[in-house]
């Protein structure tokens, strides 16, 4: 045994058969690597990922998130009311005439940007609206015929006011000579025009009760630098509340709603999102004019220009009655009647304006309020759902549409004669579509990249470390036995004649000595 032992040492100990186990060494850890890039790569991607999408001074994300490489487009669609003198004085069904779209390119900014200690970053939105006549079917200047909204929303808060002031309402605005509905050019109903009850309430409103502004436009300010401070997280410390807000003006809530949980801010702008998206998250975008988070839902997968993404939208019950849904109930503050089924109240948010807002055409709303007009087209999902694409592993939208619709809810007042004969009616005034077609080609390529190199890399990186550690593996162990059996053999064969040689040997001795022993006799 003690022999064996030593001639097994040798073998091992020989030069040639050291290298046959180094090999065996190196193709054991090519597959060790092997294993780690399975079950590893994919999570040290998602850290170059979140360590290149993170708001950092200086990084390219940064400049893509302060001044975005894209120019948004807004179409407007307007509801021109075409028998308005029939609506009031004979009860005529209003007849309605789309016009539009007026297209808007923006640019989008953040502007006054100061990065927080805690690793939060405040900012003030800037957007810059510009007409484009080309891309319109029609022109500013065009003039409509629209609900009076001031004086409309002056006499629905009045109806449950004493009588006197109703009377001196209607004396007011018989003075004024002001009626239920305006003419006025699409650029004016947008951005502007003075208003002779703003007007009067600059003068005779106490102070702390007066508007923030002295004209009326259903986009009046909006082209400039907003006046809201917005607070998000930068994602440096946590990528999974990236982007989403910590602050609005100030106040980590809102102060409309019954409930904390409806009164919370901490969603996107809808821009960007956290990444490593899953299809059962759900995203929350906050909207201003919304005056609440709107929650949306995975729809399906989507391709943007080459590059896979997943729909989020709005699902039927967010703007559902609080019969349908009752969660909603926390959006009704005044208690019922609560806004009808598919159409959100936000008048608390507009200055107590009875403003409902609903999807384009009464998408996904009771189809009554649709049918109590002429002019509208039964809604179509395709031209009127909101929607956003988002590139899961990067939380990027790729491609988002907008949609919303504005109506006024009008409330029939008897006392004032001006809007005596108006019925209660859920009148729209205009709709809109906003969003992105696509990313700039800088972009997209960095998606490509960032999203189908890394798949392919691991695969191929998975194959050549399996493939080629295996192979060197079993060509080593191969190898390796075959000679150690070879040297055996050569071992056994030098035994056999060394012994063959000292038998010889003794032969021939012991010959020579019976020779020697015959001489002597």
Known sequence: MHGRGNRLCAKLSSAFLRKWWFVIAFSLCLLILGVLVTFGFTALVRLVIDHQVALRDGAQSFGWWSKPPVEPIIRIYVYNVTNADEFLNNGSKPILDELGPYVYVQTWEKVNIVENPNGTISYNPKRVYIFNEELSGGSEDDVVIVPNIPMLSATSQSKHAARFLRLAMASIMDILKIKPFVEVSVGQLLWGYEDPLLKLAKDVVPKEQKLPYEEFGLMYGKNSTSQDRVT???????????????????????????????????????????????????????EKDLCRLLPLSFEKEVEVRGVQGYRFTPDAMVFASVEKNPDNMCYCPAGPPCAPNGLFNVSLCQYDSPILLSFPHFYLADQQYRLAVDGISPPEKEKHQLFIDVQPEMGTALRARARIQINLAVSQVLDIKQVANFPDIVFPILWFEEGIDGLPDEVVNLMKLATQVPPKARFILMIALFALGAFLFVLSVFCLVRKSHRQSTLHLEGSNYLATAQIDQAKKKAKLENGMNNKQK
Request: net charge neutral; proline share 5%; aromatic share 12%.
């Open 232 to 286: 998000i997280w930068s994602g440096v410390n946590d990528i999974a509340q990236y982007g989403i807000i910590n602050q609005y003006n100030g106040r980590t809530h809102q102060t409309h709603w019954l409930t904390e949980q409806c009164n919370r801010l901490n969603g996107t702008d809808g821009s960007i999102f956290p990444p490593h998206i899953s299809p059962n998250r759900t995203l929350f975008v906050y």
